[in-house]
């Protein structure tokens, strides 16, 4: 047997890997390593203009991990999905086997978050329009959302104490079109979130049947919940993960 991936979370906008401090335990009792990342854009002191901070931040936790020869699941939520699927290119296991070295990314695991192909950025995905929810600064260059309970919490228990844990996010990140969808030759599954208000379900499934037809090997499981199932049925998501990593559970 083969030595378990390290998983390694990438949040979403406003959000830090804490927010994954409820599944992280679940996955270290069967075994797992894992890693969080922080966001460049996430609380910047002067907003960031585009997402490739975001990425280098991403990819300063996946090198040393490939270093040694270890495999990775990505565990990408919301935007995270943007800036986790461009992080991937030069890191994919495949990619890494065909010039003879070990480890790598071996699956992406999409909780609710945006699959994009490229020459899209998350405003295009948007089709151009700032979502009703996004309450902007003076300078229009930094985002805070209005309905955090509604939006990303609205089947989480106590969601006030998730609601503190916010910070503004760079608006700039969400006008970088992705150049590397890893999810084209990386396989990954999707986890769909019925409850989701931040992307809704119908546009969860069109990411989905949009990679599919692209011809991304990427499985669907569904859970009936909102866009932060890693605080509402944190048992659930662990074990979607561990599927994603392998295991039979």
Same mark, same amino acid.
């Given at each position: 047997?083969? /030595?378990? #991936?390290?998983?390694? *979370?990438? &949040? ?5 890997? =804490?927010?994954?401090?409820?599944? @992280?335990? $679940? ?17 910047? /002191?002067? #907003?960031?203009?585009? *997402?490739? &901070? ?5 990819? =300063?936790?996946?090198?040393?991990? @490939?270093? $040694? ?181």
């Amino acid at each position: 047997m083969s /030595s378990k #991936p390290v998983i390694v *979370f990438v &949040p979403g906008a406003w959000h830090s890997p =804490d927010g994954f401090h409820l599944v @992280v335990p $679940e996955l270290q009792a069967a075994g797992y390593e894992t890693r969080g990342v922080t966001l460049a854009s996430v609380g910047a /002191s002067t #907003p960031l203009k585009d *997402f490739q &901070p975001d990425v280098k931040a991403i990819q =300063d936790v996946l090198k040393p991990l @490939v270093d $040694e020869g270890k495999d990775i699941v990505l565990v990408v939520h919301s935007y995270g999905g943007v800036i986790g699927n461009e992080a991937v290119q030069g890191f994919a296991k495949s990619e890494r086997e065909k010039e003879g070295k070990k480890g790598g990314v071996s699956h992406i695991y999409f909780c609710c978050a945006f699959a994009l192909p490229e020459g899209v950025s998350l405003m295009d995905a948007l089709n151009g329009k700032d979502l009703p929810w996004w309450q902007f600064n003076d300078a229009r260059d930094s985002v805070t959302p209005a309905t955090p309970i509604e939006t990303f919490y609205n089947d989480v228990k106590e969601p006030e104490k998730y609601v503190k844990m916010l910070q503004p996010h760079s608006y700039g990140t969400f006008h970088s079109k992705a150049t590397h969808p890893a999810w084209k030759h990386v396989p990954s599954t999707y986890l769909v979130c019925e409850k989701d208000e931040a992307i809704p379900l119908h546009a969860q499934k069109g990411m989905i049947e949009g990679a599919q037809k692209a011809g991304a090997d990427m499985k669907v499981e569904t859970v009936d919940a909102s866009h932060s199932p890693f605080l509402s049925i944190p048992e659930e998501v662990a074990q979607s993960i561990r599927r994603a990593a392998g295991e039979s559970v």
